[in-house]
């Protein structure tokens, strides 16, 4: 056997914390983050976040180097184990995460949006506050253009991307 990849399970809110912890022990550890979009008071933000929260992997020897610290380690609730037995998770599972993170983090685009051309959305504020449309695209400074009916035609009008909201 040689380098296996693990899964370990964190303490709620601690991935980052047992990263580091289990890099500074001399682990590789590997935790997947994503880009998600939510909206947040009045204005759609991007935070970076743990794509499986509470869980990361660690790429160990276990004939090398012993996994009975990583138990101990802070901000770590143990090793994922299926009954008594801990089990690898195949390499090209975690090469796939990567991947897609990669991708992902070079290819901002139309990604960034929090709709798709096509979805229903409803305007929160302004002159059109309460009615339905739908999202036609993004606009520079975070503005979007939505298709609107309005006295049986239908129209397609600019308003702030923060006034927006998925039906």
């Known amino acids: 056997m040689s380098m296996q990849w693990f899964v370990v399970q964190a ?4 991935e980052s914390t047992a990263k580091e912890q289990l890099q500074r022990q001399g682990y590789a550890a590997y935790l997947p983050m994503i880009a998600v979009r939510k ?3 009045v204005a759609w ?9 509470r869980y990361l992997f660690i790429h160990a020897d276990v ?7 990583v138990r101990s380690t802070l901000g770590v609730s143990g090793l994922v184990r299926f009954g008594n037995v801990l089990r690898p998770v195949p390499d090209a599972v975690v090469h796939y ?11 901002p685009g139309e990604e960034s949006w929090p709709f798709r051309a096509g979805d229903k959305v409803v305007v929160l504020e302004g002159a059109f506050a309460g009615l339905t449309a739908v999202f036609e695209g993004g606009q520079p400074e975070a503005r979007a253009l939505i298709l609107i009916e309005l006295l049986g035609r239908k129209n ?5 991307i923060n006034a927006l909201n998925a039906l």
């Not at 933000?45 to 929260?53: A, Q, R």
């Open 39 to 41: 909206r947040r008071r």
């Open 63 to 69: 004939n090398q180097q012993s996994l009975a610290p």
């Open 97 to 107: 995460l990567q991947e897609l993170e990669a991708v992902q983090g070079a290819e």
């Open 45 to 53: 933000t991007t935070s970076v976040e743990p794509l499986f929260p």
């Open 11 to 14: 303490k709620p809110r601690q």
């Open 156 to 160: 397609t009008v600019e308003v702030p």
